[in-house]
């Protein structure tokens, strides 16, 4: 049996409220916002450039597997 997949995020320290974040949130959003209080959390991004330049190579890797992962001689049509 599959375990179900866990899911990648914080409890808000004001209301505990689980706040999801996904990598594609952490890259390209400007703030997180918590939906139990509607708390805003927003990352120094010029002193996270290094974990940023870190996600950003992950996340073209993972695009890069997602373009490909469905490949198969029957879908090929070249």
Same mark, same amino acid.
């Given at each position: 049996?599959?375990?179900?997949?866990?899911?990648?995020? =914080?409890? $808000?320290?004001?209301?505990? =409220?689980?706040?999801?974040?996904?990598?594609?949130? @952490? @890259?390209?959003?400007?703030?997180?916002? $918590?939906?139990?209080?509607?708390?805003?959390?927003?990352?120094?991004?010029?002193?996270?450039?290094?974990? @940023?330049?870190?996600?950003?190579? @992950?996340?073209?890797?993972?695009?890069?597997?997602?373009?490909?992962?469905? =490949?198969?001689?029957?879908?090929?049509?070249?």
């Amino acid at each position: 049996m599959k375990e179900p997949e866990k899911k990648s995020g =914080f409890n $808000c320290p004001n209301c505990n =409220f689980f706040i999801e974040v996904t990598l594609k949130s @952490l @890259l390209y959003a400007k703030s997180q916002d $918590c939906p139990g209080c509607l708390t805003k959390f927003e990352m120094d991004r010029q002193e996270s450039s290094r974990a @940023l330049n870190l996600m950003q190579n @992950l996340n073209t890797v993972i695009d890069n597997i997602e373009s490909v992962k469905d =490949f198969s001689p029957e879908n090929y049509k070249g």
